[in-house]
C-alpha cells in the first residue's frame, strides 16, 4: 500500500524538491542549510570511502556522476524519514538528531557504495577533462 504524504503525494513519487521542502519544514532548516548538509556529509563520504586515497577522492568530487548518484541515494533516505513521520511528538531537536543520524557519513560508508558503472564513468570523465586540458593552445 502507498503511503501518502503532503498534497496527496505518494513518498515514492516524490521528487528532490518536494523532499528537501519537507524536510526544510521538519527541521526548521533554510534551504540553504539543506544543501551545505547535504554537500558535505557527500564529502564526508568520500574522505571516509577512500581514506587513503586523496586523489581518487578529488575525481570523485568534481565528478557530476558521483553527485548525481549521491543525491539519488539521499532523496531515497529523505523518502524514508518522512514516511517514519518523525514530526509525530518529537521537539525539532530530535528531529534533526535523528536525521543526522540518517545522514551520518561513517554509517553511510558501510551501507552505500558507488557501483561499478559510477566509478567508471567518473574516470572517463575525468581522462576527457585531462585530454581537454593537454590539448588547449598555450
Known amino acids: 500500500m502507498k503511503e501518502v504524504v503532503a498534497g496527496g503525494m505518494n513518498a515514492q513519487e516524490m521528487d528532490k524538491g518536494a523532499a528537501m521542502g519537507l524536510i526544510c519544514g521538519l527541521l526548521s532548516w533554510e534551504q540553504m542549510e539543506y544543501a551545505e548538509f547535504q554537500h558535505d ?50 521537539s525539532t531537536d530530535e528531529r534533526r538528531f535523528l536525521y543526522r543520524a540518517l545522514n551520518n557519513a561513517g554509517e553511510l560508508v558501510r551501507d552505500i557504495y558507488p557501483n561499478r558503472v559510477i566509478l567508471e564513468q567518473s574516470y572517463a570523465e575525468m581522462i576527457g577533462r585531462l585530454f581537454d586540458a593537454e590539448n588547449v593552445p598555450q
Open 41 to 90: 556529509t557527500g564529502l564526508e563520504y568520500l574522505r571516509l570511502y577512500i581514506p587513503d586515497d586523496p586523489d581518487g577522492q578529488d575525481l570523485l568530487i568534481r565528478s557530476q556522476i558521483y553527485w548525481q548518484w549521491w543525491l539519488n541515494h539521499w532523496l531515497a533516505r529523505d523518502r524514508s524519514y518522512i514516511l517514519a513521520r518523525v514530526d509525530c511528538n518529537l
